[in-house]
């Protein structure tokens, strides 16, 4: 069967049932609807904003939808692909960030998008980019494998080396160099993905995102009521405050959003509500706290 070509209103259509099957089943697991917030960019294009806060699991949540448009790609979509700077583009995609309050309970990020660039004369430039990643603050076993299990399950009918690659890249990118430390426990990440043509670039993103909840919600499962006191909110504040550095100081999806003129609420959406820096700390030696960053925070093969 020969590969269809590029259809932007396809991967539109997927991308929006992507957001509202993700919505419905968060809605279930916490109780409480999620926020509906429509938007439109004045450049070209809008959204679809799908928020939860103070929620009795979530204490803060969005699922994203965007397809906008622009006339020059600003410099973070280009970096790596220096000859398409200044081209026309189109954008769409969905990104959702989760904070359960709970702090055995992981953050977590998703992220399924595609990128257009067009100039007059040339054939468009097409490439699709996203992944999913874990940030615990209490390090369990069982979840990480899990976690990165689905992630390769997703990944290889497409090719069975596409998994190692994508959890490498995701190992490399979601890494704080200022601090010299990953972000959490990884998961895959991949980005100007246009592999074996359009049917196959795209049938691999739709796999990557359909398996999030498979992913993510039976460790959701397991720790959302697990009891919890003040030691746990104050550490899992503190750890927040990463998940801070990293978003605004190396993030290409918010780096993009802002200097495209993106919806400032949405593309910051991602921050989570409550979070702690102390200076030079250093947790107990021994304790769950410690385990966090000597058995978990560590660029582990974790899949079964």
């Keep these: 069967m020969p590969d269809r070509a590029f259809d932007t209103s396809l991967i539109k259509t997927w991308l929006l049932d992507l957001q509202a099957r993700i919505v419905a089943a968060l809605e279930v697991i916490d109780g409480l609807p999620f926020r509906i917030d429509t938007w439109e960019r004045p450049e070209g294009g809008g959204g679809i904003s799908r928020l939860i806060e103070d929620g009795r699991l979530f204490e803060r949540g969005g699922v994203n939808f965007s397809h906008v448009l622009g006339s020059r790609l600003p410099p973070s979509a280009s970096a790596h692909r220096p000859e ?15 904070h359960p309050r ?23 430039v097409w490439w699709f980019g996203g992944g999913m990643d874990l940030t615990p603050y209490y390090g369990f076993e069982e979840d990480a494998r899990h976690f990165h299990t689905a992630c390769k399950t997703a990944l290889d009918p497409f090719g069975t080396d596409l998994h190692p690659r994508f959890k490498e890249w995701c190992d490399r990118y979601f890494f704080l160099r200022h601090r010299n430390e990953p972000r959490g426990i990884g998961g895959v990440f991949f980005d100007d993905f246009a592999e074996g043509g359009f049917d196959h670039a795209f049938g691999m993103t739709k796999s ?51 200097q495209s003129g993106g919806r400032t609420e949405s593309i910051l959406m991602s921050l989570p509500p409550v979070v702690k820096w102390r200076y030079d700390w250093h947790p107990e030696p021994g304790t769950a706290e410690a385990a966090l960053y000597t058995d978990f925070l560590t660029a582990r093969d974790w899949h079964a």
């Design 84 to 98: 398409l700077a200044g081209r026309r583009w189109e954008a769409t995609g969905v990104s959702l960030v989760l």
């Design 102 to 124: 709970n702090p055995y309970a992981p953050t977590v990020h998703m992220n399924v998008r595609c990128f257009v660039a067009m100039k007059d004369g040339e054939t468009p």
């Design 208 to 258: 990557v995102g359909d398996a999030f909840l498979a992913a993510y919600l039976p460790i959701l499962e397991r720790r959302k009521d697990l009891p919890y006191g003040e030691r746990e909110r104050d550490f899992q504040a503190y750890r927040r405050g990463r998940y801070v550095e990293f978003n605004l100081v190396f993030d290409r999806g918010t780096l993009f959003g802002l």
